[in-house]
């Protein structure tokens, strides 16, 4: 029979029981593996964050461009079109779009090849980025907090669906902000077990993806002082050494830097588009600027593509210095407790620091996508509190359940707001909607959205806002330039002349006026008006095929076919994207009997569009010329989709059907075509 137990013994072995049990709750906040993937609750987690993520940013893999930069990057990139060698080689020593970003360009490259100019591409690939940066955000937060889950989950978390980071990833674009991270992080981790084991090759490893994500966007040129931030909060020894390994780092970033000013030195301020502002207002808006990151942090409401300068300052403008100086007392205070405050907010002043527009680039004051790295630095404050919290051993299961719920609930609101977010980049339409409803003043704002009207074949709305956006900024040369155009569409020739005199008067050394006006006299016949306007083109920008493409179709027009063709040959030899001059070539082909050629160019033309008649129309004559009449007959009836109401395009069908002995059909297109 046993040994009744007394109460002291009793009392004793529960006490042992709860400090075992204290001990386990601890233990599961670290990993019980030696690497984390091994761990299945870790990998079920961290899967339940990507599938979170997933589903939403899952809208923005049905939107298609939009006019804000995807011209310059995809739709009418000339950089993108072939990849072979000597392509590569311009990515890497060329400046494109106003950076020098080539492992982005590369990267959209080889997405054109995959689907040309399907979107869909394009935008899986920027959310598989993001997908694998949540990875490496948690593994680098997880090595940063020695092995800590918790913490490295909730950082991982929040970055993967604060819809602030969906400018980042639904923009395509941006394509260089996921992809940079996606280096960027991946060298952090490196650094992390490099300094924990000192192996060259880890340091080396860290200096090329250093080197990748520099190549992808500038921005990566701060890596270096987060690597002494690094050493700093893991209490590495300032010692030569520490230092001379830095040394190419930073030797790489001067590189960089030098490169990025020398390309951006010239379209920092853009005259017309926006105010320029003393030292004193840039040094307000650089303190609003991380204000307000943090402030939408918290409340990421009034989420905008473009968030343009205030006509003057406010209240909120005058108090941003004040509670970034209040951050800096926050920084320093906590250095007495943890040095995990000050390391945040420094990574985050550090990430933000190059947008702050102490030196005026651009027209916008704040850009949602440059919180996608710097959030990293808040993030994991609140990853350290939740570890911290866990840690603790009086807490009740009560308030860790009710503490982590509290983190879910958060959780899944942000992820509705991101969802939300989302549907905003569907399009232009419904991006610039958005800019207009929170800044009805925005010049730029209205001249974009009329520009997406245009495309829409919306004249009358879109001549609406380009005016509004004339109203607002007359001297905005953009504006002038979009409206120019409209009016040329609208066959208003006199309106269009006036608009474009008035942008040569605004800036009479860029060149798109010129060519635009050039364009003008073009219809209007007056083909040496249009030539001198080309020849001016040619001595401000001689490196734009379209100038040599419009002045190929003053030749074509005036019957000098050769001297079309040699002009557009050279147009399309400087951008073997240039659908306008293959159609335009392929018509000069054609008035020359040569309907090989002409088949050919058509054909070229409808691989990048086709979504015009015309082109299939015209080779479906040059296919019937050479008896393919079946091949044309095909052509003719998509040409007959696209543009049920033209008869030209029934008569012609009707010929070829006749031509192989179908005469039902024959009479029916005949009927509709006359």
């Known amino acids: 029979m046993s040994q009744k137990k007394s109460k002291k013994q009793l009392k004793k072995e529960a006490k042992s029981k709860s ?20 761990n299945r609750n870790v990998l079920l987690l961290l899967g339940g964050i990507l599938l979170l993520t997933f ?3 899952y809208p923005s893999l049905n939107a298609g461009f939009t006019n804000w930069d995807d011209h310059d990057y995809v739709t009418e990139s000339p950089y993108i079109v072939k990849l072979n060698g000597e392509s590569i080689k311009t990515m890497f020593t060329e400046e494109i779009a106003s950076n020098y970003h080539p492992l982005t360009i590369l990267s959209l490259s080889i997405n054109y090849q995959i689907s040309k100019l399907d979107a869909g591409s394009y935008h899986w690939t920027n959310l598989i980025l993001h997908l694998l940066n949540v990875v490496l955000v948690f593994w680098f937060v997880y090595l940063f907090f020695d092995r800590k889950i918790a913490g490295a989950l909730l950082t991982a978390f929040l970055f993967a669906i604060h819809p602030m980071h969906v400018e980042s990833v639904a923009w395509i674009a941006e394509r260089k902000d996921v992809l940079y991270a996606f280096f960027f992080f991946a060298a952090l981790i490196t650094y992390l077990k490099y300094i924990s084991n000192e192996k060259k090759s880890l340091y080396i490893y860290t200096l090329i993806l250093f080197v990748l994500s520099c190549l992808s966007k500038p921005t990566a040129v701060m890596l270096p ?35 990025t000013i020398m390309i951006q030195k010239d379209t920092a301020v853009i005259v017309g588009e926006s105010d320029t502002h003393s030292i004193f207002e840039r040094l307000i808006f650089a303190c609003y600027g991380a204000f307000m990151y943090i402030y939408k942090l918290f409340i990421p409401t009034n989420l905008s593509a473009f968030h343009p300068y205030p006509k003057a300052l406010s209240a909120i403008h005058y108090l941003a210095p004040v509670v970034v100086l209040g951050l800096g007392g926050l920084m320093w205070w906590s250095l007495r407790k943890t040095k995990v405050i000050a390391f945040g ?53 009560t308030t860790r359940y009710g503490v982590l719920g509290g983190i879910g609930a958060v959780g899944l609101l942000l992820c509705f707001l991101t969802y939300q977010r989302c549907q905003v980049w569907q399009n232009s339409g ?27 074949k919306s004249y009358d709305e879109a001549l609406g806002h380009l005016t509004q956006a004339v109203n607002l900024k007359p001297s905005y040369y953009k504006a002038r330039i979009s409206r120019g155009k409209l009016y040329r569409r609208m066959k208003k020739y006199p309106e269009a002349l006036t608009d474009y005199n008035k942008a040569i008067e605004i800036e009479g050394n860029r060149d798109e006026a010129y060519n635009n006006r050039g364009n003008v006299f073009f219809e209007m016949q007056e083909y040496d008006k249009a030539l001198a306007d080309y020849e001016k083109v040619a001595t401000l920008n001689p490196n734009d095929p379209k100038i040599y493409g419009n002045t190929g179709a003053i030749y074509a027009q005036t019957g000098r076919h050769q001297k079309a063709i040699e ?3 050279k147009a399309i030899g400087m951008d073997p994207g240039y659908q306008d001059a293959y159609m335009n070539r392929g018509t000069v082909y054609a008035q020359m009997g040569n309907a090989q050629q002409a088949i050919s160019d058509f054909s070229q033309y409808l691989q990048r569009n086709n979504r015009n008649p015309m082109p299939y129309y015209w080779r479906g004559e040059e296919l019937a010329k050479m008896n393919r009449h079946n091949e044309a007959i095909n052509d003719y009836s998509r ?29 029916t297109d005949a009927a509709k075509g006359r």
Do not use: C
Request: net charge positive.
């Open 639 to 667: 040409a007959i989709q696209l543009n049920p109401q033209n008869k030209n395009f029934y008569a012609k069908r009707a010929i070829s059907y006749q031509a192989i002995g179908n005469t039902q059909k024959a009479q």
């Open 225 to 259: 002082v987060i690597l002494l931030m690094i050493d700093w909060y893991k209490n590495r020894a300032w010692t030569t050494r520490v230092f001379i390994e830095k040394i190419p780092f930073f030797a790489l970033s001067v590189l960089f830097g030098i490169v």
């Open 345 to 397: 907010l420094l990574f985050y002043g550090a990430m933000i620091a190059l947008t702050l527009q102490f030196v005026q680039v651009g027209n916008a004051i704040i850009s949602d996508r440059y919180t996608y790295v710097a959030y990293i630095g808040l993030f994991l404050i609140f990853g350290w509190l939740l570890d911290n919290f866990l840690s603790k051993k009086n807490t009740s299961n």
């Open 55 to 57: 589903i939403s940013f």
């Open 567 to 569: 002009y557009l040959s």
């Open 430 to 456: 419904s991006l610039w909607s958005n800019v207009i409803s929170q800044y009805p003043n925005s010049h730029i704002a209205h001249n974009q959205m009329g520009n997406y009207l245009v495309e829409e």
């Open 19 to 38: 400090k075992a049990k204290s001990k386990s709750l601890k233990i599961q906040q670290t990993s019980t593996t030696s690497t984390w993937w091994r």
